[in-house]
Each structure stands twice: as structure tokens, then as C-alpha cells.
């Protein structure tokens, strides 16, 4: 089974009660995650060999977070100790990351500060088979931009599987740079993009039509024509996966489709109610992605994994998944 390296920026998430109710009541959780950390940590969960790099500064909370994670099967030790600060944001409880009221303060932390050449990608990458990053770290700056582009010529040189997500959040991307000015030079060295037909448009300048409808059977029609753009644009690329995710009055429609460059594989529609945490669902729809390719499953068992892993996601209160491969398949059932 090959070892997979999830490469980001190590995030606390602070989830205020609103109309000032944490301020009442002196409390307010905070969870550890971060979209690689929260792919890490379900392929842990599901008996995945994982190894996490990440930049945090040297002191007990730091220690007590990656003892956190050791309990968890992750392996951390090419964390890197540098900086003064862990990385935050804060969500009001009950949103979602592309809700109005989230608010980053990322500037200055550990990760945000590391330059080319920091990292010793000879130790990070050593028995490494799979690499994956998402387009929240280059959003940051130039200067991890760069160090997410000298990751990536890293993993090809030793012929590392690459897949990326394109997850966009309008709040980033602050530092001068649109993404599709970075990002299509960064995917360039990927094997599988996982995102949707809008990050696409938004990150790599892949065009949608308008007005487009949101049926199934049109959604799922563009996401071949994007998926098939993205191969014949980065011919490294070999598998694009999209998902959709449609809020309802009471519940949340959702379902997923996965491109092999011959042929789409669409899930099938997910109801979710009683929804207890939207946070990390992508992640968890990539983390299932990368379970399925890793035992081999067949491109629509792939999807449908990844997909019934997503919808647990929103039962499980944090950042990081608790289903079970054996409740994820039940699911199925």
C-alpha cells in the first residue's frame, strides 16, 4: 500500500456562538483540521499509511496537537518547528467555509513564512507513493506558492502520484495574484484534480456557459466537458472528480462524478438531514477518492465511496470524519 504525504497548512478553527452568545457564555469550541490534515485524517482513520508536513511554532500547544494527531495514526514527524504562530479562523457554528461570516487570520503564521529550500523534501518524500495539496495553501502568498511548486518537481522526479483540490474561497487570495494566475502552473504536475465545475472556471479559466442549469443530467454533462478540458489542458492529468452540493430547505443534496478521460462515472443523489457539521465534506470526498484508487476499486465504486464518505462527514462534529469504512459502506448499502 503506498504511503501518502498530505502537505498544508495546520489550522485551528475557533466556532463562535453568534449573536453574542460565546461572549455570555465565556465558551467557544475550537477544533484542529485544515483541508490536508482533514483528508490525513481520514485515511488514517480508514487504515491508510499517512504522513503529514506542516509548519508550527515550538511550543506545548503545538506538542499537544501532534500528539493529537499520533493517536490518530498520523505520522508527523517532518513537521516542521518554525514561527510563532498556528494559523486560525473562525466560523460561526452551523456554516460552512464559503459562508459570509468566516473570518481568516492567517497572516504571519508559521506556515504562511516558510520560503523554498525550508523544507527537506529528500526526508518529507521518503517512501512516499502519493502526494496531495490543495489550492487553500498557495492561496496564501507567493513565497508558499513557490514552495508548493518545488514540492510538486519533487514528487515527479521520484514518480509520485500528485492529486490536487481545487477548493476556492473568494476570502484568500489576497496577496496580488488571482488563482489562475498560480494554479495552472502548479496542476500542470498533477495526476488527479478533485473540485467542481466552478473552482474550475475560478482556478484554471475553464469556462461555463451562461445561464447553466442546475438539473442533474446538465451538471453532470458539464462536468465532462470541464473534466475533459483539464486532461487535454494538462496532459498529466488522468482523473478529474467533481462534486455537487446543492442546500436545500431542510437538507442538503449530493452527489459526485469522477472522469478517467474515456468515460464519466457519476454516484448516485445522497439526502442528507440532521446535519451536524458541514466542515471538511470535500475533504472527506477526496480522502474516499484516494482510499478507492489505493485498493484498486473500479472508477464508479470509487465515486460512490468517495461520495457516501462525504455525506458521513456531515454527521460528524469537527473537522475530521469518525465514520468508519464499514459505516461508509453500509451506506452504500
Known amino acids: 500500500m503506498k504511503k501518502v504525504l498530505c502537505f498544508g497548512e ?12 460565546w461572549i455570555h457564555q465565556s ?7 485544515g483541508a490536508e490534515l482533514n483528508v490525513a485524517a481520514a485515511l ?5 499509511p499517512v504522513r503529514y508536513c506542516t509548519a508550527i511554532p515550538d511550543h506545548y500547544l503545538s506538542r499537544e496537537i501532534i500528539a493529537s494527531l499520533e493517536s490518530r495514526k498520523i505520522d508527523t514527524h517532518t513537521i516542521r518547528f518554525s514561527g510563532k504562530r498556528i494559523g486560525l479562523y ?26 523554498p529550500g525550508d523544507i527537506n523534501w529528500d526526508s518529507v518524500l521518503e517512501g512516499i507513493g502519493w502526494f496531495h495539496f490543495s489550492a487553500i495553501t498557495p492561496a496564501l502568498n507567493q513565497s508558499v506558492a513557490l514552495v508548493c511548486e518545488q514540492a510538486l518537481k519533487e514528487a515527479v522526479k521520484r514518480n509520485i502520484f500528485i492529486s490536487v483540490d481545487l477548493n476556492y474561497r473568494s476570502k484568500l487570495w489576497q496577496y496580488g ?35 447553466l442549469q442546475r438539473s442533474r443530467s446538465v451538471m453532470l454533462h458539464q462536468a465532462a466537458v470541464t473534466s475533459e478540458a483539464i486532461i487535454q489542458k494538462f496532459p ?5 472528480a467533481n462534486t455537487f452540493r446543492f442546500d436545500e430547505e431542510n437538507a442538503i443534496r449530493y452527489y459526485g462524478a469522477l ?17 451536524i457539521d458541514r466542515v471538511g465534506t470535500g475533504d472527506c470526498f477526496m480522502a474516499g477518492l484516494i482510499y ?16 457516501a464518505a462525504a455525506c458521513k462527514k456531515f454527521l460528524s462534529k469537527g473537522d475530521f470524519t469518525e465514520a468508519t469504512v464499514e459505516e461508509i459502506e453500509n451506506q452504500l448499502k
Open 27 to 33: 465558551s467557544m469550541p475550537v477544533y484542529i483540521g
Open 236 to 240: 498529466s492529468c488522468s482523473q478529474v
Open 177 to 211: 495574484k488571482l488563482p489562475t494566475d498560480i494554479m495552472p502552473g502548479l496542476v500542470q504536475y498533477c495526476n488527479c484534480v478533485m473540485g467542481n465545475i466552478w473552482s474550475a472556471q475560478e482556478m484554471l479559466g475553464i469556462e461555463l456557459p451562461n445561464p
Open 292 to 307: 478507492s484508487m489505493l485498493h484498486e476499486n473500479t472508477p464508479q465504486a470509487s465515486v460512490e465511496f468517495a461520495t
Open 44 to 48: 488514517a482513520k480508514w487504515n491508510i
Open 90 to 115: 473562525w466560523l460561526p457554528q452551523g456554516a460552512d467555509l464559503k459562508n459570509a461570516g468566516v473570518l481568516y487570520d492567517r497572516d504571519h503564521s508559521s506556515f504562511s513564512e516558510l520560503n
Open 10 to 21: 495546520l489550522l485551528m478553527r475557533l466556532s463562535p456562538q453568534l449573536q453574542g452568545e
Open 259 to 275: 472522469y478517467n478521460g474515456n468515460q464519466l462515472f457519476a454516484s448516485k443523489e445522497m439526502t442528507v438531514e440532521k446535519i
